[in-house]
């Protein structure tokens, strides 16, 4: 299509605007309109960086569909800055209230769906485009509308990743490792992984630590962990030489600006986490861009049985590391009441410090997911005595309102390995142009 066959300003790209009035989109990027309301000027008349500003407002879904229209569009939407510019709009402007839900068994549901924590609608649904080992599934992470996912079963978690970024349709299957024999041998090795921005090479990276058990049966003994690292520009693991892994760490950690955090674990059966205490415990972080890893205490006043038998999360809220925990101490059975303390750290002049942020009250026992921005607090509940009948449930520790959404697991075959392990959900999921390619593969999508 030439770009004289293009339609006024006020066609399709406009739809972006929120705006009811014409005249008023127009004239608030400064074009002029004719008496009856129709726009002089076309898309060939406006500066491109007037263009790339109308674009950046559009759903990704429209993108795609206007990357299709001519040369010069499909040019600036597949522009390294301009996706650039979308993926950081979009991430400032996701929705506050929504919640990606990711199904543990994608055997049974092949879909992940997008609700609002207020009134569980469904806001949209995307097909899962991969299938895994056992038919389970989890999120690790998402980053600027990357999801990073494994397997829920424990012999396959962790070892079989799969970056997807399901509004554009594009995803990868990790298969390769620097360290596929040791991680074969899911007896003697235990891995972690995590992801994050480098912005330093802007770039998106996922690590992963591999420990290796010694002689005498210990995991972070006497054989260092060995580390690797793949990057989504090249496309490639690379070892890190000399890592200076600090601490053995849960599977399950968060990002936030920069940073992966994973909270530290002692060895079941060990004397070690015989003798642990909850307040006792480090978060170890990882730095994307520095490749170095850090380490803090948590709260001083985390639950005695924080890290043994009190499930936990890590989580970010407001720009800054949360912790939340359910407090086994302080539950009661008549009324049923079970707390899930929110700590969140806070850095002054260069000095990090643990405050409670609030503490929300269920009425069912469950594992802390995620946090949305607006706080409400979303929770896997137990509705039974069976560990594969579970809910979805949010509450709002500011309105104390509650919810039921569903969801969770609902039984079904022999899963006994994998049902302890919680559902997995995001909250600050951005419509971004991340790992799109362009191309006309993805306009089947788009129509």
């Known amino acids: 299509m030439s770009i004289a066959a293009v339609a006024p300003v006020r066609a399709t790209p406009m739809q972006c605007y929120t705006c009811n009035s014409n005249r008023y989109i127009a004239s608030s990027i400064g074009l002029a309109l004719s008496n009856n309301g129709v726009s002089t000027t076309t898309f060939h008349d406006l500066p491109e960086e007037t263009t790339a500003e109308i674009f950046s407002r559009l759903s990704v879904k429209d993108l795609i569909k206007s990357s299709s229209v001519n040369k010069a569009w499909y040019s600036l939407i597949n522009n390294p800055s301009f996706i650039s510019s979308q993926i950081r709009k979009a991430v400032n402007f996701c929705d506050d209230n929504a919640v990606l839900i990711i199904p543990p068994f994608i055997s049974h549901q092949n879909y992940c769906s997008l609700i609002s924590a207020d009134t569980s609608r469904v806001i949209e649904k995307f097909d899962i485009p991969f299938v895994t080992k056992s038919g389970s599934l989890k999120l690790i992470a998402q980053v600027d509308g990357m999801l990073l996912l494994t397997d829920l079963h424990i012999d396959y978690a962790s070892r079989e990743l799969y970056l997807w970024n399901s509004f554009v349709r594009r995803h990868r299957v990790l298969v390769s490792s620097c360290f596929k024999r040791l991680l074969d041998d899911r007896d003697k090795s235990y891995y972690v992984v995590g992801m994050g921005y480098d912005k330093g090479t802007d770039d998106y990276k996922v690590i992963r630590i591999v420990y290796v058990q010694d002689g005498k049966g210990k995991q972070f003994g006497e054989v260092a962990p060995k580390v690797e690292v793949y990057s989504l520009r090249k496309n490639t693991w690379k070892k890190m030489g000399d890592s200076r892994v600090p601490r053995l760490v849960n599977e399950m950690g968060a990002y936030i600006d920069g940073r992966y955090y994973w909270v530290e674990m002692k060895q079941p059966g060990t004397e070690e986490f015989n003798k642990l205490k909850g307040n006792e415990l480090k978060i170890m972080s990882y730095d994307f861009e520095t490749q170095l890893f850090g380490e803090f205490n948590v709260p001083n006043r985390v639950p005695r049985l924080f890290g043994v038998i009190a499930p936990f999360k890590l989580m970010g809220f407001e720009g800054s590391l949360a912790l939340c925990s359910l407090d086994p101490d302080c539950y009661t059975l ?114």
């Open 334 to 447: 008549v009324p049923p009441k079970y707390p899930f303390p929110i700590w969140l750290r806070r850095q002054r002049k260069g000095v990090g410090s643990w405050v409670l942020l609030a503490t929300a009250v269920l009425k069912q026992y469950g594992h802390p997911l995620n946090i949305t921005k607006t706080g409400t607090l979303i929770v896997e509940s137990f509705q039974s005595q069976r560990p594969d009948e579970t809910h979805i449930v949010s509450i709002n520790f500011k309105s104390r309102i509650s919810k039921d959404h569903g969801y969770g697991k609902h039984g079904g075959p022999d899963v006994s390995r994998e049902v302890l392990a919680p559902s997995t959900v995001d909250t600050s999921f951005p419509q971004s142009l991340i790992m799109y390619e362009g191309g006309k593969s993805l306009l089947k999508y788009a129509k």
